[in-house]
């Protein structure tokens, strides 16, 4: 008995086309009573009501497989991108059915009215796509896969139910990685705002002495080996390696404020992923560093090819804390631990001059054994508000201190640069391409 509701019963929902019909023929019995000639018309069409009910519902539950249905998720979620969710859907029925589609998506998207309508011929299959963006990572837990199919009479609706509880995780934002990776395959970094960093000078690693070929730096001749060889040849350089780059992440409250739904510590992780990805392919070495109030993770710097993996995973597990960083033990840490000079990206945010100043003695510590680079925010909100035109006396008040903030934000990139500490002031959304664009310029100056 149980099985048979839980197959013919719990799965029946009526349609509003045959609450329609029984309101019509309701109506018609009740115009019988004023109308005697309508005679037997009401019961006649209650019964053919009656009968195309039945008969939808054998259309309908016929056939214990008439639609077969799978959800398709990648097996791990990119975060702060767009990633392709797909249902797949085929109709066994001899006829065509008209489907509306819900899926039980994770609570952390906050989407409660995400469904699709489709229509099936008999024996086809169809493709439904749609994307989701997650905005933080974890792991994500979707439900089931709720379809409701009905048949062209379209009285009855069978619910079909597919799959079950599924968990994903949403990783660190490898999408971005991957487009990055791509474009600078095939050499069209430009296009995401890359730029193209002339060289000064060259890299002091001599590689080899070839030929000379149209568009060489005269400069690099070699004339002992020409004089030799009775031909053009020329010196070969190539580019440094081997160089570490840490990323340097602060977890502190600092980190929480969010922006277009992500907060900095995530656009911090999906940078630092981005940067050690292009360090990896510049054959440098990619470490990575967290801390807040204690010491979280430290990821010694290596080159090998299982690193990004240990990156990856490292990031994945980043939550941000409630307590202010602890600078002092961050260059205890650098001290003891990073021996080689090494090219140190701090992801941070300082609101105030003042917040620098109790930071600023550990800073110029280990910009004094290593290449310091800060990276920290712009509040982009308070951009936009400067922008806006003032009304009254209120919003004049408001922009004044929006911009007293705003100023002190280019006081603190002074004060970095008066003590030889390298430092970007950047949007959220523009982290990846200035922090990758500043790499590359400290790369081709030789800096690191």
């Not at 009479?153 to 990055?180: A, D, W």
């Not at 940078?271 to 010491?295: M, R, Y």
């Given at each position: ?7 013919y019963?719990a799965?029946?929902y009526?349609s ?15 115009a ?6 309508l005679?037997?018309?009401p019961?006649?069409?209650t019964?053919?009501?009656i009968?195309?009910?039945?008969l939808?519902?054998a259309l ?10 799978e959800?398709?998720i990648?097996?791990?979620?990119s975060n702060?991108?767009?990633?392709p969710?797909?249902?797949h ?31 099936l ?7 439904i796509?749609y ?5 933080k ?8 896969l ?12 069978r619910?079909?139910r597919?799959?079950?509880q ?19 395959i ?5 296009e ?6 002339r060289?000064?000078?060259?890299s002091?690693?001599f ?8 568009g060489d730096?005269i400069?690099?001749?070699n ?5 030799r060889?009775?031909?053009m040849m ?10 570490q780059?840490?990323c ?16 900095l ?11 050690s ?8 070495k ?10 979280g993770?430290f990821l010694?710097?290596s080159?090998?090819?299982?690193q990004m993996?240990?990156i ?12 202010e ?15 080689q000079?090494?090219?140190v ?17 550990y800073?110029?510590k280990?910009?004094r054994?290593?290449l ?8 982009t909100?308070?951009t936009?508000r400067?922008l806006?035109?003032?009304d ?6 408001t922009?004044t ?6 100023y ?12 030889g500490?390298?430092s ?5 959304e523009?982290?990846?391409?200035n922090?990758v664009n ?8 030789q800096?690191?």
């Amino acid at each position: 008995m149980k099985t048979f509701f839980k197959h013919y019963i719990a799965p029946l929902y009526l349609s509003n086309r045959l609450f329609f019909l029984l309101g019509t023929a309701a109506m018609l019995f009740v115009a019988s009573f004023f109308l005697p000639w309508l005679g037997a018309v009401p019961g006649i069409v209650t019964l053919v009501i009656i009968l195309l009910l039945i008969l939808d519902y054998a259309l309908l539950f016929g056939s214990r497989n008439g639609l077969m249905a799978e959800r398709v998720i990648p097996e791990r979620l990119s975060n702060g991108d767009d990633n392709p969710i797909s249902v797949h859907a085929k109709n066994n029925y001899p006829f065509t059915l008209s489907l509306e589609i819900i899926d039980e998506i994770p609570f952390q998207f906050q989407i409660r009215d995400l469904s699709f309508s489709a229509t099936l011929p008999a024996g086809s299959h169809k493709e439904i796509r749609y994307q989701l963006r997650p905005v933080k990572r974890g792991e994500y837990d979707f439900g089931l896969l709720n379809i409701y199919g009905r048949s062209p009479l379209g009285l009855t609706v069978r619910r079909f139910r597919f799959g079950g509880q599924q968990m994903v995780p949403v990783y660190p934002s490898y999408l971005q990685m991957r487009r990055f990776q791509l474009l600078a395959i095939s050499n069209r970094l430009s296009e995401i705002g890359v730029k193209k960093i002339r060289r000064i000078g060259h890299s002091m690693e001599f590689e080899q002495i070839k030929d000379y070929v149209q568009g060489d730096d005269i400069r690099t001749i070699n004339w002992k080996a020409t004089a030799r060889r009775n031909q053009m040849m020329v010196n070969s350089f190539t580019d440094e390696k081997s160089q570490q780059v840490y990323c340097v992440i602060d977890k502190s409250r600092v980190m929480k404020m969010p922006f277009k739904d992500l907060s900095l510590l995530d656009y911090a992780i999906n940078a630092s992923l981005v940067l050690s990805n292009v360090a990896l392919l510049k054959q440098d070495k990619a470490g990575l560093i967290t801390f807040s109030e204690d010491i979280g993770h430290f990821l010694p710097a290596s080159g090998k090819a299982t690193q990004m993996n240990n990156i990856l995973e490292v990031l994945y597990r980043q939550k941000t804390r409630y307590l202010e960083s602890d600078f002092e033990k961050l260059y205890t840490l650098i001290r003891q631990r990073i021996t080689q000079r090494s090219l140190v990206v701090l992801f941070t945010n300082f609101e105030s001059l003042t917040a620098l100043h109790r930071q600023m003695i550990y800073l110029r510590k280990i910009a004094r054994n290593h290449l310091l680079m800060v990276v920290f925010f712009e509040n982009t909100e308070l951009t936009n508000r400067l922008l806006q035109p003032a009304d009254n006396l209120e919003e004049v008040y408001t922009q004044t201190i929006a911009a007293k903030f705003a100023y002190e934000k280019k006081l603190i990139v002074r004060e970095l640069q008066h003590h030889g500490i390298i430092s970007i002031l950047t949007p959220p959304e523009e982290l990846t391409v200035n922090t990758v664009n500043k790499y590359l310029e400290l790369k081709a100056r030789q800096a690191i």
